[in-house]
């Protein structure tokens, strides 16, 4: 069976090695190296890895991946490549579950943020396992949005969202409605069919959970 956490993982870090700690990602005022540091905390950290999601740590967790960050390169793309066995998120019963989505996001991150980048043609598995994470996702992230949604995938399956009103449809390919629903829309490669106004603001609205 393939492990798609584990093939994002390595391509990531790969692809941090080539470009060096300070190339640029999508994360607005993050390098390569900060990103490194953020998940490198969210696996080996569980001090402060809920900080990535809970407002009272946020200060905490910022402390710590600074920290983590200060370490030589080398040394902290190899702990994002050999995760630890004991953690929560990333022990060989949890990985695929909870990192699949996680490292084909950051791989993305890194990669739409490099001059010529351009989608890659994911294998039908990995789509078949995001299209499922979207299933859950958009509904989360477009709970309070206020339109009628339909988001569809092409082969895939499609969902319904939004608290009602005007209609809009959201097409693309799984990893691309992925990266759309998280905030990433100004990369993410997805038609939006509506009204003008409301199909700039789906685009411009902070989206996720």
């Known amino acids: 069976m393939p492990r798609y956490a584990r093939s994002e993982r390595q391509s990531l870090a790969d ?13 607005e005022g993050w390098s390569v190296r900060d990103l ?5 905390v969210r696996e080996r950290r569980p001090d402060a890895a809920g900080g990535i999601m809970l407002p009272p740590l946020r200060r905490y967790a910022e402390r710590v991946r600074l920290r983590v960050a200060a370490q030589p390169f080398a040394e902290l793309v190899g702990q994002v490549r050999h995760p630890p066995v004991w953690s929560p998120v990333s022990n060989p019963l ?12 950051h791989h993305e991150d890194v990669r739409r943020a490099q001059d010529g980048w351009q989608p890659r043609d994911l294998p039908a598995g990995l789509n078949t396992l995001l299209w499922r994470r979207t299933a859950v996702l958009g509904r989360l992230a477009l709970r309070r949005f206020p339109a009628d949604l ?3 995938a092409p082969g895939y399956g499609e969902l319904s969202a939004g608290r009602g009103g ?3 449809r959201l097409v693309a390919a799984p990893g691309e ?5 998280t905030g990433r829309q100004r ?8 009204p003008a106004a409301l199909a700039q603001r789906l685009r411009s609205t902070s989206l996720g959970i």
């Open 15 to 27: 692809l941090m090695l080539s470009l060096g700690p300070d190339a640029p990602t999508i994360n």
């Open 36 to 40: 490194a540091a953020h998940l490198v």
């Open 94 to 105: 949890t990985d695929e579950l909870a990192n699949a989505m996680e490292f084909y996001i």
């Open 150 to 152: 339909l988001v569809q």
């Open 166 to 168: 005007e209609r809009a």
């Open 177 to 181: 409605l992925v990266l759309f629903l």
């Open 187 to 194: 990369v993410a490669r997805v038609q939006v069919d509506g």
